[in-house]
């Protein structure tokens, strides 16, 4: 392993031994870093599920956040990582949920969190749970997809 690659995802033994402690995950990184788990859509057809956790932050140059898909067979159906409410710099301590619908026919729901570029962030408390239908979705989902290609010299920002 180079040393560089090393530095990326080395913690100290005592900062691996105090959040093995308390439950708490730790991402330092030079690159960007994803991690996730999947889980099958049967149970939740037809329901919301909310991802929420606690994230602490710190010197995160890009951004990180929580992120959560929702996939039928190959595609992905709806979808939410945050990039529009992104964690950046040090934050302290602060909760983050997502939420999205479980359509018919889904197979996978996978989840997890992200970091991308140089920084380092704690995740605790995390839970995956089923909401009421009142509570709103953040999932992009239902955001039209162009039929045709556009800004493709990537100058303008923003959801489409």
Not at 115 to 128: M, P, R
Not at 135 to 148: E, F, H, L, Q
Request: net charge neutral; aromatic share 8%.
């Amino acid at each position: 392993m180079n040393d560089l690659l090393r530095q990326a995802v080395s913690l100290s033994l005592f900062e691996k031994c105090v959040a093995a402690a308390v439950g708490i995950l730790i991402i330092h990184a030079v690159f960007s870093v994803l991690l996730m788990q999947s889980v099958r859509a049967e149970r939740y057809i037809g329901k919301k599920v909310r991802l929420s956790g606690l994230v602490k932050s710190q010197e995160v140059v890009s951004w990180a956040g929580l992120w959560m898909r929702v996939d039928k067979g190959k595609d992905m159906v709806v979808f939410d990582n945050m990039q529009d409410r992104p964690i950046k710099g040090t934050t302290d301590w602060q909760r983050y949920d997502m939420v999205l619908d479980v359509p018919p026919d889904s197979a996978g729901i996978s989840f997890g969190i992200l970091l991308d570029g140089a920084g380092k962030v704690w995740l605790s408390g995390t839970k995956f749970d089923v909401v009421g239908a009142d509570v709103p979705s953040t999932g992009a989902g239902d955001r039209k997809i162009p039929d045709n290609p556009v800004n493709l010299d990537f100058t303008e920002s923003g959801k489409r």
